[in-house]
């Protein structure tokens, strides 16, 4: 908190401030075009059964889109369900871990699959193989592991990972939640690529995402066919039939979908995957260019192959960062405060391709005067 309160009256001049001054990692920037397409299906979608055509289109054509998006091979499909990511490690400890899973923690998102899995009295304990947060460990094989999971983008550090096969069997799971849409990844190296559309999506949390590979539904019919027991709001399978016809289990969020829909549309028109990953790498190239040529910012992330393109976490040097952030958003600059448990002096950014990576450098001079603001 800014101790005086004075400090949040500075006025940041107008000519440096962004055009749209949403930095968030989630929920993140919408675009107003995505809530224009909620606009124009007032009376047509909205407030309309999700078992009717005009509801099971949407999601028909978010399928549809999210597979040309990722460029999945034949066989994969996009099956969702209501919860979010976090509900989705729940679905995986029950749908797609037969007996153990292996485990890459390196923040704190990670860490939760790791503790969802050990808390899970139907499987084995988890292998947990972690790294300081700033940095990611190396891939590894187990043989006693059926599932690998690592996220491809840790949210509170700002580390990303591509996302490899550590070895031939087991299955690949990945936590995308921040990462699908604005990093590259290859199908080849992955059998579930998971995500909630509230980061690069721009749409709002509540719903979760996931790209499955045959492989993965060959798992999932496995283990439903084992009698495990699971409760059916947890069901993989019951998700994947429904996914399949365009509708998902229990009632979804209409907005949701349709803003979904509209940005994954956005992207596919635009260039797809290479376009809206440009976007954030650009965006990630100014952020990180400029820390380095100060002298009070510094990338959190040291080794710059690990840097994510779509959160940047900048360590602040001097000055009061949550003042820095307090003040950016007494300026409408709003979201930059840094991951609350990572507990740094830092500032973290959102760089999803909906945010305009010019508004990224206008945010960047914003900070410049409000740190040279601070030391005078
Ligand atoms: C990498 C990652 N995994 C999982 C989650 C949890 O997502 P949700 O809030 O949709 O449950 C988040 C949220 O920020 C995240 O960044």
Redesign the pocket.
Known sequence: MVSDKNQLDFRIPAHLLPADGRFG??PSKVRPEQLEAVMSRVTSVMGTSHRQAPVKNIVGSVRSGLTSLFNLPEGWEIVMGN???????DVATFGLIRNRSHHLVF????S??AEASAAAPHLADPVVVSSDPGSHPAPAADAECDVYAF??????TGVAMTPVRPAKDGLVVV?????AGGLLWDPANVDVYY??P??CFASD????LAACSPAAIERIREIKASKRWMPASLDLSIALDNSVANQTYNTPALATLIMLDEQVKWMNTNGGLAWAAGRSAESARTMYSWAESRDFATPFVSNPAQRSDVVATIDIDGVDANQVSAILRANGVVDTDSYRKLGRNQLRVGMFPAIDPSDVAALTACIDVVVEHLRS
């Open positions: 990692c989630g919860g979010g990511s976090t509900v989705f490690w923040g704190e998102f990670s939760k699959f996220p491809h983008n840790e949210t509170s936590d995308a939640t921040s990462a995500f909630a509230q980061k949390g509540g719903l979760w």
